[in-house]
């Protein structure tokens, strides 16, 4: 009896699908590696029921990046426990989106506060005879009287909270009756993310969807749960979970990168060094390393003020030039030495901002990580320092630049880590990418969809190439492209490598869009949900638009245009970042690593990823039809083309304009 077919909640398979969750059963009973690239629509969510068939206890962890993902596995989990009604599952999703407690400042922190000045309100009163805090009439009195903006404790946590008095030993805090019962009805029904807080009622939504992950076979979590260090092992730890007895899947594997690089990163602004010296300032006299720190903070700000003049925009300073600057002629031997100094003054900061409830992250804390990270970089090449000037002033980053060390300990910590994508095309390159030379098991999947429902153009006549973006000749043609794209019916998308070339194209493309209504990707990210709104409700209306976006902005990655949302995608150009100092040495590390193939790694790659993810908006489901377009004759080059997924391969009509406007008349 196949063991899959107990959890495999459908009556068939895609096609390709069993191959696909036979590989990720596999790794689960044996362990190690697996990265999977399915196009959309390969029911690449069902890898779950895999991992589920070959658990044997361990708990299942998934880690996913957006709202539509968590409710994609949601949907998937709540069809499996149709078939294993025992399956417990719950998701933990950001404080932001969950905390009920007014106030301001930095949710986990402002959190941390005050569960801590809320536990020992309620233990004191718990070893004074009142075992039920929310009960308690001190406790209620004190809820009344806070200062709602100022919260220095939190009714919720004390709700889900308990204390147990066994004879001889000392009191236990415990999750309350209720927050148990809360916890329990999440585990048996499916409570949607938005539900929950009307649901948890007096308690935390946060503590309940906690208590319900600590009993749960299956743990949906964000990106950052298990991707950042620090919040993994503390999560973890909450759940009572260790690693090796957890199967891993991580969803979007793509993202996988620059999440890791984001969260490796840290910036320091000027802002920030006022900020910290305001805040140890009151600590003299109190603490003794404020007197020594106190005169190396001009230092740091002496150092950003010569690079008020460098002519470029983003550029590379010399780490040791800086660990010079900042502790010769100091009271320090070293770097680190002003690092733990630092430390101890950050602690000391924190605990007098959660005194007057205040729960920001402190300037003090920011300066010290960053020059620990700077301290850190001198010895890894992983890391590079950076300056940067936005508006009028110029501020620092040490820029993790290679995510594998981080995330190949990840990986092989787990029991197993099952990574799967729609577009983690070539699959090979980015094992090699984020794992180097550690094992790793591979699969890419054929294109199930149709193939009449579909077709490919790539231009060979144009390009956004910087040698040729002052050609009118070429410029011409991708107008040309543009508006022969446009006279195709329905809602349209055109994307661009940069928003100044969106701008230019939009500007030139008004008034030849074919009487459709345009949409230009704002650069603010408020203004970007009203303007999609609007696009994706004209067909319901009889109407269609063209949206012009960026490759990897707001509207090119994580949204679902099905059906008559988006009848078709071009992307003009090849998004690749700009070429600059700072790219290069980037560039030349992967080389390092990985000899010439490390160019393409750090560079091409990305860029082609950003290409497929905009196209990828189109076709969602098996009846969805779309005219996709590459205008950018470097695609055709044979090191680009052979990274393409084999369907796009095999499928691409090569054109020159005349021949696009020939090919797409027949398209409807």
Sequence with gaps: MDPLSDWFPYPAYRPHQKEMLSAAASVARQGGILMIDAPTGSGKSAVVSALLSEARDRRIVVAVRTKSQLSTFLRELSLIRKKQPDLRYAYLIGKGQMCLLGGSGDVYRRCEGVKALSTSLIRDRAEAGSLVPAKDRVVRQQIRRMDPEKPLICPYFIHGRSFAAEEGEALRMIPSVLLRAKADHVLRESVAPESLPSLAGECCPYEVMLQAARSADVVLLNFHHVLDDAIRQQLYLQLGAEPQEVLLLIDEAHNCGDAMQSIQSVVLAEKDIEAAAHEIQPLRGKVREAEAVLPVLPRIRAFLGMLQGAREVEDWFDPAIFDRAVVQG??????????????????????????????????????????????????DPAFLTLFRREAEEVVLEVKNIDPSAHLSEIASSHAACVMISGTLSPVTSFRRLYFGDLPVTTLMLPNAFPKVNRRLYLARDVSTAYRLRENREVTGRIDGYIRAFCTLPGNLAIYFPSYQILQQYAERSSGHLAGKEAFVEPREAQDAGTALRTFLSLPSRGKAG???????GKWSEGLDYRGELLSGAMVVGLPLAPYTRVREMIIQYFRRRFGDEGEFLSYTLPAINRALQALGRVIRTPEDRGLLVLAEQRFLEPGVLAALPPWMQEERVETDLEGFRRGIAGWR
Excluded at 546 to 552: M, T
């Design 546 to 552: 063209v949206l012009f976006a960026v490759c990897g």
């Design 330 to 379: 100091s009271l320090y031997p070293s770097m680190e030495a002003i690092v733990d100094d630092l430390l101890v003054l950050s602690d000391a900061v924190r605990e007098r901002s959660m005194v007057t409830g205040e729960f920001r992250e402190s300037a003090a804390e920011r300066l010290t990580g960053f020059l620990y990270r700077i301290h850190q970089s001198a010895s």
